[in-house]
């Protein structure tokens, strides 16, 4: 979806409903976030941050990249109104000059289905992770309902895990989490939680 849309909407974007899904997420996410204490978090397409900064609790370190800057003023806000010490944001164009830039975990939630090249953005992804890293992918199953130019209408499983081990993660997993009313194009939709190892 084009920058400018999610520019406009950054100030108001912290919904309820977003909240309130993105507390669902977290609570279905935690219970694979083992001994992650001394790890370090990428939280690829961020947004205002909320499931990445309630994440800092459970990491050493966390980066929260967004490339709307405006979504990052938000994170940022959010980062030194809570006195977060172990967070900062960047810009996915940093991320991918970086070629020294590791991370234990990344975590893409309700952002793949932005991405026009699925399999691209995950091959860059897997380049920063540590050995034995984990991706953690929450998005939309695929759902006929859902038509629009700039945005995937949701992902079969089966072939999304076919893309990763074929960029060579060793374990891929994944599993329906969550069943919603309205939540993608104003059409009920489920939502997935894959988890693929590097």
């Avoid at 409903?17 to 996410?29: C, N, S, T």
């Avoid at 006195?83 to 900062?88: D, E, F, Q, T």
């Avoid at 289905?113 to 691209?120: A, F, G, M, N």
């Avoid at 006929?144 to 960029?167: A, D, M, N, Q, R």
């Amino acid at each position: 979806m084009e920058q400018s849309v999610f520019e406009h909407m950054a100030k108001q974007y912290d919904t309820n409903d977003r909240i309130q899904l993105a507390k669902q997420i977290l609570g279905k996410l935690e219970p694979f976030l083992h001994n992650t204490i001394e790890s370090s978090l990428l939280d690829f397409g961020c947004g205002t941050g909320l499931l990445g900064i309630p994440l800092c609790s459970h990491y050493k370190q966390v980066i929260l990249c967004d490339d709307s800057p405006s979504m990052l003023e938000v994170s940022n806000f959010k980062i030194k109104s809570q006195g977060i010490k172990n967070a900062h944001t960047m810009f996915p164009s940093d991320l991918v000059l970086d070629k020294t830039l590791f991370v234990d975990n990344i975590l893409m939630s309700l952002v793949l289905l932005h991405i026009p090249d699925t399999q691209s953005i995950l091959k860059i992804l897997y380049d920063h992770l540590n050995p034995n890293g984990k991706l953690f992918i929450v998005d939309f199953c695929k759902n006929e309902k859902v038509s629009h130019p700039k945005i995937h209408s949701g992902f079969l499983l089966g072939e999304l895990e076919s893309i990763l081990k074929t960029i060579g993660y060793q374990t891929v997993n994944s599993k329906v989490i969550l069943e919603e009313k309205k939540v993608f194009m104003n059409e009920d939709a489920s939502l997935f939680l894959l988890i693929a190892e590097k």
